[in-house]
Nanobody, 112 residues
Framework: QVQLVESGGDLVQPGGSLRLSCAASGFTFSGYFMSWYRRAPGKERELVARISPSGGATTYADSVKGRFTISRDNAKKTVDLQMNSLKPEDTAVYYC?????WGQGTQVTVSS
């Protein structure tokens, strides 16, 4: 049974940092690209960051470049998203996805 379980979402002030983590199970984690998406209220779901199976290649949405970093640990079957210099517009539900499956999402709220 494939599972993707996100954690780390929270309420944070503008300029703050959060680290999201996604724990995967039930598939060959090291063989798949892994991604973080987000859906803000009233907006379409958007790709935030993607990482290659080896971790050697990453891509980011323009809106988060230089602030967010995606990483993975194939031994632990986890993929993380380090988010720095958070802005109110980063408020969204963040989803981990890979191997055609999606996690349940974790809420990130950036507000003073």
């Amino acid at each position: 049974q494939v599972q993707l379980v996100e954690s780390g979402g929270d309420l944070v002030q503008p300029g703050g940092s959060l680290r999201l983590s996604c724990a995967a199970s039930g598939f060959t984690f090291s063989g798949y690209f892994m991604s973080w998406y987000r859906r803000a209220p009233g907006k379409e779901r958007e790709l935030v960051a993607r990482i290659s199976p080896s971790g050697g290649a990453t891509t980011y949405a323009d809106s988060v470049k230089g602030r967010f970093t995606i990483s993975r640990d194939n031994a632990k079957k986890t993929v993380d998203l380090q988010m720095n210099s958070l802005k109110p517009e980063d408020t969204a539900v963040y989803y981990c996805t890979g191997a055609y499956y999606w996690g349940q999402g974790t809420q990130v709220t950036v507000s003073s």
